[in-house]
């Protein structure tokens, strides 16, 4: 597969808070898990749309590392949807040249589940088409935490970039636009290191009911972010507006 053209004015990296299953289930009368299963089906959706607007790294908030307080049966069918996605998705990901990595701590999985995280990433490790991140058990202060463990135990010194390449997302680079759907205005432990220049855009649209209007105006918001990096208006015009750091292979 060639590489990805990017649309002028498209972001390289984007990330999404996938936020408001339950709300749009609780509004229909249906179980909570019922609007789990419809926001992967927006997770399809949203890859097709990414695809087709030249976005390289496609990464996204499945299950953070505070919602296994939610109540036990949501956790379960949870675990459940992820297992039969990964049965039914990984092959047409596959074909469709997409790149899985799974960001998280994977000790609280069950073994089976961690193999077959395994497997998907090792089955599609070569393909050069969009990076997917589903990000299932993360929490950006677990992420920091990991990483500076990294280097300790190799008795590394822990500085900025160091610690960058420790991260679960070290294979990409940062974000450049974070949207959060659902009316909610905060990040919620997602990225919290790689989103110190990350563009951030709010949707009052619960996940299931974003849609392909919203998704472009997301990224017409986007193109009119003037991103400085610390600098000033007027040195934009001498250099990139953005640091380019290249895709790589997770080790």
């Known amino acids: ?26 509004q229909r009368y249906l179980p909570r898990l019922a609007g789990h299963r419809q926001g992967l089906e927006k997770l399809r959706e949203l ?5 087709e607007a030249g976005v390289q790294v496609l ?10 307080s939610r ?13 039969r996605a990964l049965e039914r998705e990984v092959g047409e990901l596959h074909r469709a040249g997409v790149r899985l ?21 090792q089955r599609t490790a070569a393909n050069q088409g969009l990076v997917l991140n589903v990000c299932f058990n ?16 190799r008795g590394e010194p822990i500085t900025e970039a160091a610690l960058s390449g420790a991260l679960a997302l070290a294979h990409v680079p940062p974000p450049d636009l974070i949207i959060r759907t659902g009316g909610e205005q905060r990040l919620s432990n997602f990225l919290l290191w790689q989103a110190a220049y990350s563009e951030l855009y709010f949707s ?14 997301a990224l017409a918001a986007y193109a009119q972010r003037e991103r400085r ?8 015009s001498d250099a990139p507006a953005e640091p380019v750091q290249p895709l790589r292979a997770a080790a």
Not at 59 to 68: G, H, I
């Open 101 to 121: 990595h799974f960001p998280g701590d994977r000790l609280a999985l069950s073994g089976e589940l961690q193999q077959q995280l395994a497997q998907a990433e």
């Open 47 to 51: 890859v097709r749309w990414c695809s």
């Open 204 to 217: 009052a649209a619960l996940w299931p009911a974003f849609d392909r209007a919203e998704f472009e105006a």
């Open 71 to 83: 109540p036990a049966d949501e956790v379960s069918g949870l675990m459940g949807l992820l297992a």
């Open 229 to 236: 990096f610390g600098r000033v208006s007027e040195q934009l």
């Open 1 to 26: 597969m060639p590489p990805i053209e990017r649309r002028t004015g498209a972001p390289r990296h984007l990330a999404v808070v996938m936020d408001g299953n339950g709300r749009w289930a609780k």
């Open 138 to 153: 993360y929490g950006g202060r677990w992420d920091v935490v990991q990483a500076a463990q990294q280097l300790a135990a």
């Open 59 to 68: 990464t996204v908030f499945a299950f953070s590392s505070e919602n296994w």
